[in-house]
């Protein structure tokens, strides 16, 4: 690891002031440097003091925009036993990517005052907190506020899923994707000036470029700054594989992640059930699917409701699962090893191929 430059520094700075804003526990730098003579190297070392005991912590600072970082950091330490717990020091951390690091016991503190920390005599868990200041959006960088926001992923979804809307005009864009219309503009300078595509002067002279990489980007970016707004809510249901014997699509709903792993590839045996809705009458309506099929409110259900983000054409019938973009995303965000293979059967099968076409 390289040593911690300044602004990194300066995010360290402020996590440990806002950790002690919120939680009254106090932090602090004890060492730039750490070598334990297996040629690793660490920026900073941190000692967290809570209930008269320390607690040191190899500092990992980084800016979280998808969830296989938490992965690889917990990975990259795993070696090294006696070391110092890594403790991540990130600009924000949300919600979800909170929940995850808790998944994985991966310690965090972030410039906003949230925090896990865990230890003898040691236990906090902070979430929620937003940046007091517009200043510590700053900490993401340009290219995090620029590229990677909730409405962006959405227009970009649409481009990458019905690649002929690239040179379509705004207004359709706008019908699948449901955002403002002044956002398209925005968003295919945002593409032009990072190099995924090119044109745009003339009517139907735009190019994709780099949909790969596009694809891979979203990929990473739909869980941390799109999937928490989309109201997600769990149930469960009275007996298990009961999602067999329905067409979700009369709900007006489609099926995500493991269900839509095992419909498009016949891979994966679905562990949980993750279902899309879309709006009837301008609204996302629960009651017909929830009352029918006997499912129950249950924050540790295994069933995942979220409302849709796309309007795709209404004159096509509705697929029984969300696009295979979508439902990669979801895989990958979930890190479990199964989800992954079969989230690389869907890109194998349904995305690379339309790569090569664009």
């Given at each position: 690891?390289?040593?911690?430059?300044?602004?990194?520094?300066?995010?360290?700075?402020?996590?440990?002031?806002?950790?002690?804003?919120?939680?009254?526990?106090h932090?602090?730098?004890?060492?730039?440097?750490?070598?334990?003579?297996?040629?690793?190297?660490?920026?900073?070392?941190?000692?967290?003091?809570?209930?008269?005991?320390?607690?040191?912590?190899?500092?990992?600072?980084?800016?979280?925009?998808?969830f296989?970082?938490?992965?690889?950091?917990?990975?990259?330490?795993a070696?090294?036993?006696?070391?110092?717990?890594?403790?991540?020091?990130?600009p924000?951390?949300?919600?979800?990517?909170?929940?995850?690091?808790?998944?994985?016991?991966?310690?965090?503190?972030?410039?906003?005052?949230?925090?896990?920390?865990?230890?003898?005599?040691l236990?906090?868990?902070?979430?929620?907190?937003r940046p007091?200041?517009?200043?510590?959006?700053?900490?993401?960088?340009?290219?995090?506020?620029r590229?990677?926001?909730?409405?962006?992923?959405?227009?970009?979804?649409?481009?990458?899923?019905?690649?002929?809307?690239?040179?379509?005009?705004?207004?359709?864009?706008?019908?699948?994707?449901?955002?403002?219309?002044?956002?398209?503009?925005?968003?295919?300078?945002?593409?032009?000036?990072?190099?995924f595509?090119t044109?745009?002067?003339?009517?139907?002279?735009?190019?994709?470029?780099?949909?790969?990489?596009?694809?891979?980007?979203?990929?990473?970016?739909?869980?941390?700054?799109?999937r928490?707004?989309?109201?997600?809510?769990r149930?469960?249901?009275?007996?298990?594989?009961?999602?067999?014997?329905?067409?979700?699509?009369?709900?007006?709903?489609?099926?995500?992640?493991?269900?839509?792993?095992?419909?498009?590839t016949?891979?994966?045996r679905p562990?949980?059930?993750?279902?899309?809705?879309?709006?009837?009458?301008?609204?996302?309506?629960?009651?017909?699917?929830?009352?029918?099929n006997?499912?129950?409110?249950?924050?540790?259900?295994?069933?995942?409701?979220?409302?849709?983000?796309?309007?795709?054409?209404?004159?096509?019938?509705?697929?029984?699962?969300?696009?295979?973009?979508?439902?990669?995303?979801?895989?990958?965000?979930?890190?479990?090893?199964?989800?992954?293979?079969?989230?690389?059967?869907?890109?194998?099968?349904?995305?690379?191929?339309?790569?090569?076409?664009?």
């Open positions: 690891m390289k040593l911690i430059d300044n602004r990194e520094q300066n995010i360290l700075d402020r996590a440990l002031k806002a950790l002690e804003r919120t939680t009254a526990i932090g602090r730098v004890i060492e730039r440097e750490l070598r334990n003579g297996q040629d690793f190297r660490a920026g900073a070392i941190v000692e967290i003091e809570a209930n008269g005991q320390r607690h040191p912590y190899v500092a990992e600072i980084r800016r979280v925009d998808r296989a970082i938490l992965r690889d950091i917990r990975n990259q330490h070696p090294y036993g006696q070391a110092p717990q890594p403790l991540l020091v990130a924000r951390i949300t919600t979800e990517t909170a929940e995850k690091c808790r998944e994985l016991d991966l310690q965090f503190i972030d410039a906003a005052g949230n925090a896990y920390l865990r230890g003898p005599g236990y906090v868990l902070v979430k929620g907190q007091i200041e517009e200043e510590d959006f700053r900490l993401i960088g340009q290219e995090g506020r590229a990677g926001t909730a409405t962006h992923l959405r227009v970009i979804f649409a481009l990458l899923c019905q690649p002929e809307l690239l040179n379509a005009p705004y207004r359709d864009i706008v019908q699948v994707a449901g955002v403002a219309l002044g956002t398209i503009g925005w968003v295919f300078n945002d593409l032009t000036d990072r190099g595509i044109g745009g002067k003339r009517k139907g002279d735009r190019v994709m470029l780099e949909r790969r990489k596009l694809i891979d980007e979203w990929i990473t970016t739909f869980p941390i700054k799109l928490p707004k989309l109201n997600p809510r149930f469960k249901a009275p007996k298990p594989g009961w999602w067999k014997e329905i067409d979700i699509t009369k709900y007006g709903a489609q099926w995500g992640a493991e269900v839509a792993a095992e419909k498009l016949g891979y994966l562990n949980a059930v993750t279902i899309y809705r879309h709006k009837e009458n301008g609204q996302h309506n629960l009651t017909r699917l929830v009352a029918e006997r499912l129950r409110p249950d924050a540790a259900g295994d069933i995942e409701m979220l409302d849709a983000f796309w309007d795709f054409d209404d004159e096509q019938p509705m697929t029984q699962t969300v696009p295979p973009l979508l439902a990669c995303a979801d895989l990958i965000a979930t890190l479990d090893p199964r989800n992954l293979e079969a989230a690389k059967l869907i890109h194998d099968q349904y995305l690379a191929p339309a790569d090569t076409k664009a």
